[in-house]
Nanobody
């Protein structure tokens, strides 16, 4: 089991940037796929981005491709989501998640609120 704690959310104007962090702890992190998901009010949770912990095979939702970047820092056991060119429709609670090989995402953080508004 992996424990995840997100931080870095907040209020930002349209066009602005935020970097979300997810501190991870647990065994065999190098074998995990890390992901970011989000859930807007009244909507289902949706996939945002994912990456193997070792840093390969980044994958992005079409709605964020070219604006968001997922990355990992092995020394700090932290996953990041750099969000640039933020839009009001990016407003949501953002969740960090982890899955072991062959499994679905089963470890989740508590979420961090991102609000994009002028």
């Amino acid at each position: 089991q992996v424990q995840l704690v997100e931080s870095g959310g907040g209020l930002v104007q349209p066009g602005g940037s935020l970097r979300l962090s997810c501190a991870a702890s647990g065994r065999a992190l190098s074998t995990y796929t890390m992901g970011w998901f989000r859930q807007a009010p009244g909507k289902e949770r949706e996939f945002v981005a994912s990456l193997l912990w070792i840093g390969s095979f980044p994958n992005y939702a079409t709605s964020v491709k070219g604006r968001f970047t997922i990355s990992t820092d092995n020394a700090k056991n932290t996953v990041y989501l750099q969000m640039n060119g933020l839009k009001p429709e990016d407003t949501a609670v953002y969740y960090c998640a982890a899955r072991s090989p062959g499994m679905s995402f089963g470890s989740w953080g508590q979420g961090t609120q991102v609000t994009v508004s002028s």
